[in-house]
């Protein structure tokens, strides 16, 4: 396989937003690029004091210090720039990437960017929205067209944002992009015991963003403070991994500061949370009935973002106070909102609709788009849909799991929708262990001439299950293996012709409390000796008469 | 050079290629021979192996089958109970066959000259030759046949005078009445379809005195077979166990295997030689495949090229041709002397595989391959598959690697242990 290094830069954004932006593509990138033939090696550039969630992703990550960790520490800021923009120039020499991913500053926050861009294979860059006297900045527009393609994430409500015809050929409108799909969440019940909510209360989940904001504490704590007179509430408390203040813990409330929280969201009955870019999106593309407030930042408009759900009917509008923060009333106010179940409904449909999908992986095609043929990244994508990814990911199994299982339908008269709908079938169908029973399932088909029709395909996924399910009865894998190596590949039946001799056999071997090598003693005696070998079809049935 | 000088010395390098040719014929029936001969010594350790590990029926030799060797099937049978269903069986059928008349009666019905099936079936067999020669006589006459079947010389006849061949089947009528020395058509019809009824009849009644004896026979085998297994019961009964067992282990991983069975030096020694028979065997076969199968292509090659000149400079046409030297020493080659170089490297390789014995020095807990040690790493085996991966993933052979690779894990009771326990 060829490889494919990809490199994503997210260094000095506030928040999460632009780290979880780029892992977000990673994880499609390195998904559709399998599925295209190339063998991916990702990594990140970060300060994040969240790059643990790249180990989360299985993205290798470079970290240099936040500029929360510089001035904590008390480094000259005129050195660590300079150490920063050498540490990011040798980065990508040494790296290479045949792909660069830049978030938020397209020439890097140092500015380092504009010496380097020469080097990557293709470049490019996500545009997510700002506030516009932000994006107006040179140092940004000026650079965007020195990118192969601008992704623009597409808030939801917002009205189409504005290209500039130096570099709008290259631009690609994407909706919201998050770290899951709605599919991938966990089910209600198993959320609710995850994050430890009682039966009979309900879930308010309770959060700052990232938790990097000076206010985050403040926030939280005001908000407790009402809560918790509230008896039937539980709050969970996504405090998120930047969050440096004290925790909150005591009865009615659960910690957390996972970055990855949304996957329990089905567990949740309601909730209140700053405007941030990867809780807004990711609770109401969950359904959660939430209300939201704006944090004042440099380059986002949370506030903007929080009236724009609001207007849509999706979530409540949470607005500052004096403070910067919403004013317990009212917070009160949206809780007793919330509360009314017609009203919670209503707001879980409409955030629903709101941000109906999640669209990690048309950003990841569009950026793999720079790189690869096009008709490679299009079978990728008909085979790579999320809920093939489900499927696996359900199973515990890897990608490479999916390769091996396609490899075993390829005709030309299998469309890729079919191949791909017959692996669904194979995962949900596979016997526990997954991974081992897929391996056995491979091996059988291999023993087979590939399917020439999707009759021939079906009638290969029917009999290679049937077979399987008859292996692990033995709960042994290396005889399992052994048997499937030694077992003489088959030209002249048809796989549910196969199936129908094999099992019998093997349930003759399990019935008699015997092992897969004695099974293959016994057959090979019916085989005859190699180069002489019967066919399977006479030796198999009179293995098994033997076996009685 | 001159044409017929050339054709003198291409001759005489052709006699050395063939030459060359024969002994690799020979090399490789060698090696075929002792490939046989390391996999009848396997054969005997595997059932060695299992005799070892299935000495006797003790419920402690018994038990402990499955956790040295993974083979839970005694463990999920009784075997008393399945001792005493078959003496069971046994009983019942030897009971059988000897209440069955045929069998009492054996020597009356299969005595060699006046048994009575052996006496009719042989007075069958006649008649049904000569009967059969008679319907011969009739079918060797496809037309004949046809006339039969068209029901010719009876009322059932269907054609007219109309139809041309209406003619044609009297004319044949006429010919077979007379060829068959009868008044009418009707009278051969009836004496076939009589001589088919009675050949019929008679093979059939044949069968029947064959299957009868046949059957008499096999009560008789089985019976002998059957007291047999009586008489040595216990013996046969656990002889089947091991074979069982024995069927298990023939194909099961060495390693796996070891590692349930370590700590008895017995199991260990006989693991090991085991698994080394078999690479050797394995190794054998590569050496063959590769190198003798490649040098006999070569040799093949040459002789077909040195021949083809041959035959094109012995034409009267090429007679007086002169040939350039370079040319002409080209195609005349070394006759093989090349390949037979490589048949001493081969020769070193194969003595050195079939010669090893030290099976007992092979170390299961550490990462080696059996090929370094039987060659101590002097000979390249990129050639073998097993090696070639190994290389890829490990490097090359590490001299060190065997010079504490040691005999069997477990110490025998009646020896020191190496361990200081100080």
């Known amino acids: 396989m060829k490889k494919l290094t990809v490199v994503a830069y997210a260094v000095n954004g506030s928040g999460l937003g632009h780290l979880t932006r780029v892992l977000a593509i990673l994880r499609w990138v390195r998904r559709l690029a399998r599925l295209a033939g190339m063998a991916p090696e990702l990594f990140v550039l970060t300060s994040s004091e969240a790059a643990g969630l790249a180990l989360e992703e299985g993205v290798a990550a470079f970290k240099i210090p936040s500029k929360t960790a510089i001035r904590e520490a008390g480094l000259p800021k005129e050195e660590t720039l300079r150490l920063a923009r050498q540490w990011v120039w040798h980065s990508l020499n040494l790296l290479r990437p045949g792909l660069f991913l830049v978030d938020t500053f397209p020439g890097g926050s140092f500015g380092e960017l504009f010496h380097a861009l020469d080097g990557p294979g293709a470049r490019v860059f996500v545009y997510r929205a700002m506030k516009d006297a932000f994006a107006r900045q040179e140092v940004i527009q000026a650079l965007l067209p020195l990118y192969d393609r601008i992704l623009m994430p597409q808030e939801p409500g917002e009205p189409a944002r504005a290209t500039e015809p130096a570099w709008a050929p290259k631009a690609r409108a994407v909706g919201p992009i998050m770290l899951r799909e709605r599919d991938e969440l966990r089910p209600r019940e198993e959320a609710r015991r995850r994050l430890g909510v009682p039966e009979h209360k309900r879930a308010v989940w309770l959060s700052a963003g990232g938790g990097g904001d000076p206010s985050a504490e403040d926030w939280l704590k005001a908000a407790v403070s009402v809560f918790s007179q509230e008896p039937d509430l539980h709050t969970i408390i996504g405090a998120g991994p930047l969050y440096r203040g004290a925790p909150l813990r005591g009865p009615n409330l659960t910690w957390l500061t996972s970055p990855l929280a949304m996957e329990d969201f089905l567990g949740l009955d309601m909730a209140f949370s700053a405007a941030g870019y990867n809780s807004y999106h990711e609770l109401l593309h969950a359904g959660v009935p939430a209300a939201f407030y704006g944090q004042e930042k440099i380059a986002d408009e949370q506030s903007r973002r929080a009236e724009s759900a609001a207007r849509a009917g999706a979530a409540l509008f949470l607005p500052s106070g004096p403070e910067g923060l919403p004013s317990l009333e009212s917070l009160r106010g949206a809780l007793a909102v919330l509360r009314d179940p017609s009203r919670a409904a209503l707001l879980a449909e409409a955030a629903r609709a709101f941000v109906p999908r999640n669209c990690a992986r048309e950003a990841a095609a569009e950026a793999l788009a720079t790189v690869l043929p096009r008709a490679a990244l299009d079978v990728a994508l008909e085979l790579g849909t999320s809920s093939l990814f489900l499927g696996l990911s359900r199973r515990g199994l890897p990608i490479e799991a999916a390769e091996e299982a396609l490899s075993c339908f390829v005709t030309d008269a299998l469309s890729h929708d079919d191949r791909r709908e017959l692996i669904e079938g194979l995962l949900q169908a596979l016997p526990d262990p997954a991974a081992a029973s897929l391996r056995w399932f491979v091996a059988f088909c291999k023993k087979l001439p590939a399917p020439r029709d999707e009759e021939q395909a079906e009638h290969l996924l029917g009999a290679g299950l049937s077979v399987v399910q008859a292996l692990s009865r033995f709960e042994d894998d290396r005889g399992v293996t052994s048997f499937l190596r030694l077992l003489p590949n088959e030209r002249g039946l048809r796989a549910e012709e196969l199936a129908d001799l094999l099992c019998p056999f093997l349930a003759a071997l399990s019935h008699q409390g015997e092992s897969l090598y004695r099974g293959l003693s016994v057959l090979g005696r019916h085989l005859g000796p190699p180069g002489q070998e019967a066919p399977l079809r006479s030796a198999l049935p009179a293995a098994t008469a033997e076996l009685g | ?422």
Not at chain 2, 68 to 91: I, R, V
Not at chain 2, 175 to 199: C, N
Request: proline share 3%; glycine share 4%; net charge negative.
């Open chain 2, 1 to 422: 050079m001159q044409a017929q000088q050339f054709v003198q010395q291409a001759r005489q390098r052709l006699n050395e290629v063939r030459q060359s040719l024969d002994t690799v014929r020979t090399e490789n029936t060698e090696l075929r021979t002792q490939i046989h001969t390391l996999g009848q010594k396997k054969e005997l350790v595997l059932s060695q192996l299992a005799e070892l590990y299935l000495p006797s029926f003790e419920p402690a030799v018994v038990a402990r089958i499955k956790p040295l060797t993974g083979y839970a099937w005694f463990a999920q049978n009784d075997l008393q109970a399945l001792f005493a269903n078959e003496k069971l069986s046994l009983a019942r059928e030897h009971a059988s066959i000897e209440a069955d008349p045929d069998f009492q009666n054996r020597e009356g019905l299969l005595h060699e000259i006046t048994g009575d099936l052996v006496v009719k079936e042989k007075e069958l067999r006649e008649q049904v030759q000569l009967l059969r020669q008679e319907v011969e006589r009739y079918t060797s006459e496809p037309r004949l046949l046809q006339l039969i079947e068209d029901k010719y010389g009876t009322p059932e006849y269907q054609r007219r005078w109309w139809d041309l061949q209406y003619y044609s089947d009297w004319k044949w009528g006429d010919i077979y009445t007379e060829r068959f020395a009868k008044q009418e058509f009707s009278e051969v019809a009836r004496s076939y379809e009589s001589f088919s009824r009675d050949h019929r009849t008679m093979s059939a009644e044949r069968q029947a005195i064959s299957a009868r004896k046949e059957r008499t026979e096999q009560l008789i085998k089985r019976h002998a077979e059957i007291e047999h297994r009586q008489q040595f019961h216990d013996e046969m009964f656990l002889q089947d166990c091991r074979r069982r067992l024995r069927d298990h282990l023939a194909h099961l991983d060495r390693e796996q295997l070891y590692e349930w069975s370590k700590g008895d030096r017995g199991f260990e020694a006989a693991i090991k030689k085991l698994h080394g028979l078999e690479k050797q065997i394995e190794y054998l076969d590569e050496l063959g495949q590769r190198q003798l199968r490649e040098d006999e292509a070569a040799l093949n090659t040459m002789a077909a090229k040195l021949q083809n000149k041959i035959n094109k400079f012995s034409r009267p046409k090429n007679y007086h041709r002169v040939l350039p030297a370079t040319e002409a020493n080209a195609w005349l080659g070394d006759g093989g002397r090349r390949v037979l170089a490589r048949r001493q490297k081969f020769r070193r390789n194969y003595e050195t595989v079939v010669v090893f014995d030290r099976y007992d020095s092979f170390d299961y807990a550490r990462d080696m391959l059996w090929w370094d040690l039987m060659t101590d790493g002097r000979i390249d085996g990129d050639f073998i598959p097993e090696v070639s991966h190994w290389r890829s993933q490990h490097g090359s052979y590490d001299p060190g690697l065997f010079s504490s690779a040691g005999s069997s894990t477990s110490s025998a009771p009646e020896e020191p242990s190496l361990i200081d326990p100080s």
